[in-house]
């Protein structure tokens, strides 16, 4: 039976068959709805309560995140109790030591896993664009992650997480499109179709700048038939990741924090890192973010300046949205034939810290 790789986000929880060069074949929400008895309510009724397993990138929850793999393993995978085959996860950067013990723990002891393996996210992402150095700009939906790797190993000293994210760009959106459409109820759905659709860059700051008495207003149409008005609301949620005293943050644009990083590591070691920069994460690809970055890269202060990875022809062209999964099934190929990985036996030996050990 073929390795199964599992990309668990905030967002969303990516899963399938290792299979490097397509997209993974299960894409779907990560939180849950559950049903429970509501003891306040008469006769016992059953409320629907919606659990998030995952936040910011981390398990927070971990009986629904056992829930959430069961429906993914056994009901869409097509695992069979008994018969449960490889697996191997992608983890965010900065994972606690408990997190991945508590992860191996649950694979080995309730899913009777064959073999385990995790690797970083950022090591990856490079993976799935033919590189073992470099330096991803992962864009999650809970966090931003900028990690320099280099031979296949993240520089953790020189790596950073900010605590803002998709869902961030969304709330900032939503409360921008309240501004010009006061009589409007949104619903959280709706602004992040909406932002998905029409969340664009300008090509810098100045431009920026200039949108405010210059842009055109578009009218969209809600699923509820509502009518609104959108016009430098779409520009706000990619300036945000350039400017972060939008978001009410003091700190520096995404570009000077990867120069910033970078610049922690030996500098031997620079111009492969920032000549090989990859950008992660469904926010990645929105309308000119790529080329806003590019060229703020190009004005940096860094000797090296940063210069963005191309994915190869062979790889589907949503890459970035799913480029950890997609280096997942790449390492995948390699570290089960290659018993690299965390074996049963080696488990019921040393217990979970085996996970530091093996997966590195």
Not at 38 to 45: S, V
Not at 156 to 182: C, M, Q, W, Y
Not at 231 to 251: C, H, M, S, T, W
Not at 286 to 312: H, W, Y
Request: aromatic share 8%; with cysteine; hydrophobic share 40%.
């Amino acid at each position: 039976m073929e390795a199964v790789v599992v990309d668990a986000g905030s967002k969303l929880l990516k899963a399938g068959i290792a299979a490097p060069d397509q997209s993974p074949p299960l894409v779907m929400p990560s939180k849950m709805k559950l049903e429970v008895e509501d003891q306040q309510l008469a006769d016992g009724a059953v409320v629907e309560e919606v659990v998030q397993p995952v936040v910011r990138g981390f398990v927070k929850d971990w009986d629904a995140m056992e829930d959430l793999l069961n429906y993914v393993l056994y009901r869409n995978i097509g695992w069979e109790i008994g018969d449960e085959g490889q697996i191997l996860f992608t983890e965010p950067l900065f994972t606690p030591k408990t997190l991945r013990e508590q992860l191996v723990q649950l694979m080995f002891e309730k899913f009777n896993v064959s073999g385990f393996y995790a690797s970083e996210q950022a090591v990856l992402s490079l993976y799935a664009v033919g590189r073992i150095s470099g330096c991803t700009v992962d864009i999650g939906h809970g966090k931003i992650d900028i990690a320099p790797v280099c031979e296949g190993a993240v520089q953790h000293v020189a790596s950073k997480r900010l605590e803002i994210g998709g869902v961030d760009l969304t709330n900032l959106f939503a409360r921008e499109l309240k501004k010009s459409n006061p009589s409007v109820n949104f619903d959280t759905s709706d602004v992040e179709r909406l932002k998905e659709q029409y969340a664009c860059c300008t090509e810098d700051q100045l431009a920026f700048e200039a949108i405010e008495s210059s842009c055109q207003p578009e009218r969209h149409t809600l699923p509820d038939g509502q009518v609104i008005t959108i016009e430098k609301e779409r520009y706000i949620v990619g300036e945000a990741l350039f400017q972060p005293n939008i978001l009410g943050l003091e700190d520096y644009g995404i570009v000077n924090q990867l120069v910033t990083s970078v610049s922690n590591v030996s500098s031997e070691y620079h111009r492969q890192m920032l000549e090989n920069t990859m950008l992660c994460g469904a926010t990645a690809s929105m309308t000119g973010f790529e080329d806003r970055f590019q060229r703020e890269a190009n004005l940096s202060a860094s000797a090296i300046c940063p210069s963005l990875v191309k994915p190869p022809e062979y790889m589907p062209e949503n890459l970035a949205r799913y480029s950890a999964w997609m280096g997942g099934a790449i390492l995948a190929k390699v570290v089960f034939p290659q018993n690299q990985h965390v074996t049963k036996g080696e488990y019921d030996e040393t217990g979970p810290s085996i996970v530091h050990k093996k997966c590195f």
